[in-house]
């Protein structure tokens, strides 16, 4: 006797992320067990991420190496300089990187962190003379600026300007020491109302390392590898007092540190942090940003020897997380919780993004080997990127039946003659069924770009709809899609899957 | 020699020999002598109520005056007390006061080091549950109230010094007074005993005139009897000389009449009084 087509209808499929860490049977279908390339676009839809638009075309002084750092410098009067770091120099510029290391300065490695203070740019490095640079002067060293030796206790690997001050933190013999500058005077860490805190007896956990500086809430939080201190009165740093303190949660990379505006984000070593959350709840599981890719993100820390990279861009509402080690980029969708209280994430893969920063114009500069770039466009430097999402297994209701696919018909919006390769796979076989579509040919018009005031324009995103037949059957069915991602936006706006539900198995 | 003189001779003779044993002992006995009486300063001794005694005394050798003060053995022992704290007074009021102010400010820094130990533990504590164990800075050293009471501490020995200073001065103040006091008080049996010396000096100079006066009634006494035993004697010899006279007008008669008769004068002056 015949059976009736069951339909599974994935609108918006992956809308809230990847989920490795629940059962697939028992996962909502909004989830997704790869989403590679992917973010969450505006529409909530799984879409192809941005590319990276290179705009440097001479890297000459950068070599072979890649950009560890790019720093946005402004001060008061409208000066701006972007500077980054990379083959053990200053560079600044984007298109030409220019090498303004001061003369007679050796550089050895590229764990910068740079800061904007009162009109001027601080660079530290753990036992190197801190630099500052501001339009007048250029770059120097401490020594130079200060007309004597930089005292070692100062070579700082952690800065924050915040409270009117630097914070400095992490010498070559030191981890748990603060050290605060005269008040608006980043150079000075001696005489005036300088001073210093050591930590090491604050420690909720007896003891522990100071990784970064944060200023959040008119809170100076103090980040170590395992536990946090948070500190009150802050701009009085002399009389600032403990508020609260967190054991168990730290933080492993200082370069992960974003203040959301209601959150502070952070790397502990067992994923993505929440300060807010971890502040109310004092409470670790709940807190859990990355908790949907948890053990993913774990396994990954444990192969990073090489500092994290992070940037929130509040225009593209995500959170990316760089592990330089992996090639690998964690985005962190920021637009609401779930209901375990992470946020939804994808990843992108095989990337060779080394560093990133966010101007004062929301754009995002992504440091590479080829020089800085910018977060735009579908294509990375002229190559493309796979765009790839795969279901959680789908049982129709009932695992215990088989189920027969008939068809899968995904919406997609955008893509551009992409080439789009569906794959259904039964009972978690790592061998896929495949099959191949192209979509339609299309190049969108805008409101203000050249293809709609003066060359050609269409009526929009192209809208694919193709109906594809499967083969096969099994209890558990994942359905996939990837495409090459080369030059048009693509985004998974649905996804129909219809199986007939056969005998009990 | 001649008749008349042998009769003047023997009337004489006769004459001298019938005067009384004492007539002739107002020219050959010895003279009453008087002695003057005792009227010299007796030494005398005056014992107070409580034992102390002052003696004059007078040297028997040579005669000199001298006065003992003996205070009863308890007043002595009290007065060499007394004068022992006087000395220790002084000592201590004029002598070098830093030993002193080092014992008063330190008494006074025991008094406080408990509080400020109990501060200090306090805000130790405070400071570690702020987490600001180790906070140092250029302006205060460490954090403000470490400062403070770092600075109430300074405070609280600069007004320990200065007390102990002001508390040692006094102290030598009181010294002085006492070592005065104890001064005055160690002599103050010794004034006690010479109080009683004074009515002692008054009855002795009572007794001193009436035995001056009495001396005085001595010797008049003795001087009037003497006169009265020479009046007598003078009387006896004025009636012997009238005596005398008579016999001596009637041999003179008899001389100018008879020859020799001044011989038998001469014989009877030699035989009333021979060489």
């Known amino acids: ?505 | 020699m001649g008749i008349l003189s042998g009769l003047l001779g023997g009337v004489a003779k006769d004459l001298y020999g019938g005067i009384p044993q004492e007539v002739k002992g107002i020219y050959t006995d010895e003279l009453t002598q008087l002695t003057s009486p005792d009227i010299t300063f007796q030494p005398f001794t005056v014992t107070g109520s409580t034992g102390s005694q002052t003696g004059i005394t007078r040297d028997p050798v040579t005669g000199q005056l001298s006065t003992q003060f003996t205070l009863d053995p308890t007043e002595l022992a009290l007065q060499d007390d007394l004068l022992a704290q006087s000395q220790s007074m002084l000592t201590g009021a004029v002598g070098d006061r830093s030993e002193r102010e080092q014992e008063i400010y330190d008494t006074i820094r025991a008094t406080q080091l408990g509080e400020e130990e109990r501060q200090r533990l306090a805000l130790e504590e405070r400071l570690a549950s702020q987490g600001r164990l180790g906070v140092q800075t250029a302006m205060f050293g460490g954090t403000p109230e470490q400062l403070a009471l770092a600075q109430a501490q300074e405070e609280a020995q600069a007004r320990a010094s200065l007390a102990a200073i002001e508390q040692a001065r006094a102290e030598q103040m009181q010294q002085a007074g006492l070592s005065q006091q104890f001064l005055e008080q160690a002599y103050t049996p010794q004034a006690a005993m010479l109080s009683a010396l004074s009515p002692a000096l008054n009855i002795a100079s009572l007794e001193d005139v009436a035995r001056r006066q009495q001396g005085e009634f001595d010797y008049q006494t003795q001087l009037a009897n003497l006169q009265g035993a020479i009046g007598q004697s003078q009387g006896l010899a004025d009636l012997y000389a009238g005596m005398f006279t008579g016999a001596g007008g009637l041999l003179s008669g008899l001389t100018a009449a008879v020859p020799g008769t001044l011989d038998a004068v001469a014989n009877i002056k030699n035989a009333f009084f021979p060489s």
């Open chain 1, 1 to 505: 006797m015949a059976q009736p087509l069951q339909s599974i209808n994935l609108v918006a499929p992956a809308f809230q992320g990847i989920n490795t860490e629940d059962s697939p049977l028992a996962q909502d279908t909004s989830f997704a067990e790869v989403a590679d390339n992917a973010i969450i676009d505006r529409q909530g839809r799984l879409a192809a991420r941005q590319g990276n638009s290179v705009i440097t075309t001479n890297k000459t002084a950068l070599g072979t190496d890649h950009i560890h750092n790019i720093h946005e410098f402004y001060d008061s009067a409208g000066n701006e300089t972007i500077f980054s770091t990379g083959n053990n120099k200053i560079l600044s510029g984007t298109t030409t990187l220019t090498d303004v290391t001061p003369g007679s300065y050796t550089i050895t490695a590229n764990d910068w962190k740079i800061v904007n203070f009162n009109d001027k740019a601080y660079f530290f490095q753990r036992g190197y003379d801190p630099l500052v640079h501001d339009n007048s002067n250029g770059l120097r060293t401490f020594t130079v600026a200060n007309g004597g030796a930089t005292n070692a206790t100062f070579k700082a690997n952690e800065v924050l300007a915040a409270f009117g001050r630097l914070f400095i933190a992490g010498n070559a013999t030191n981890d748990t020491i603060i050290y605060w500058s005269d008040l608006l005077d980043g150079n000075a860490f001696t005489g005036g109302s300088s001073g210093s805190i050591d930590v090491a007896k604050a420690w909720p956990n007896g003891a522990d390392k100071i990784v970064a500086l944060a200023a959040h809430n008119d809170f100076l939080v103090v980040f170590g590898e395992h536990s946090i201190i948070v500190y009150s009165g802050a701009d009085s740093p002399a009389s600032m007092a403990i508020s609260d303190t967190v054991s168990g949660v730290g933080c492993i990379d200082r370069k992960t540190v974003q203040n959301i505006g209601t959150d502070l984000l952070f790397l502990s070593d067992d994923g993505l942090r929440s300060l807010g959350r971890v502040i109310q709840e004092k409470s670790l599981p709940i807190t859990d940003a990355s908790r949907n890719v948890k053990q993913d993100l774990i396994a990954k820390l444990a192969l990073k020897t090489s500092p994290a990279t992070s940037v929130y861009s509040p225009e593209n509402y995500f959170y990316l997380l760089g592990l330089p080690d992996s090639n690998l980029i964690y985005c962190f969708d920021l637009r609401g919780r779930l209901e375990n209280g992470s946020f939804r994430v994808t990843k992108w893969p095989s990337v060779d993004f080394k560093s990133f920063a966010r101007d004062r114009n929301g754009d995002i500069y992504i440091g590479t080997v080829d020089g800085i770039g910018k977060y735009d466009g579908f294509d990375d430097n002229n190559s493309s990127y796979i765009f790839r999402y795969t279901s959680p297994g789908l049982t129709f209701g009932d695992p215990s039946k088989l189920k027969l696919l008939k068809k899968i018909r995904p919406t997609i919006v955008g893509g551009n003659n992409a080439d789009i390769i569906l794959s259904w796979t039964y009972d978690f076989s790592v061998q896929a069924n495949t099959s191949r579509f192209r979509v339609g040919s299309s190049t969108p018009g805008f409101y203000g770009e050249s293809e709609y005031t003066a060359v050609e324009f269409t009526l929009g995103d192209l809208i694919s709809r193709k109906s594809l037949n499967c083969t096969g059957n099994g209890s558990v069915v994942s359905v996939g899609l990837q495409t090459e991602v080369n030059g048009s936006s693509i985004s998974l706006q649905e996804m129909n899957v219809l199986a007939l539900v056969g005998k009990t198995v």
